[in-house]
């Protein structure tokens, strides 16, 4: 049996993955609503993963729901900033966002 830490250590990464999956959902489902508008982007795609793997870490962290996490952080700014963040490092990177 594993011991109580490995468990919630687990517990993290399979959050944050379920919020990256969802992540990863969202942007295949907006670029299908869009495909005859624009073309793939990566970029886009990987920033919108980026935040799904966020809420994910926040919802274990807080130990709320995936949905739960995406409203505090909306509602609190967060997502905004982590968006800032993100195209501040993206741009530093030479990436065009």
Not at 65 to 89: C, N, R
């Amino acid at each position: 049996m594993l011991p109580i830490r490995c468990l919630a250590m687990w517990q993290v990464v399979h959050n944050i993955l379920v919020g990256a999956g969802s992540g990863a959902l969202a942007a295949l489902l907006g670029y299908c609503k869009n495909a005859n508008l624009e073309t793939f982007d990566v970029k886009k795609f990987m920033q919108t993963v980026i935040v799904g793997a966020i809420c994910g870490g926040c919802a274990t962290y807080w130990g709320v729901t995936l949905d739960k996490a995406y409203e505090i952080l909306s509602t609190t700014g967060a997502l905004t900033l982590t968006e800032y963040v993100k195209k501040t490092i993206c741009r530093r990177l030479g990436w065009n966002v």
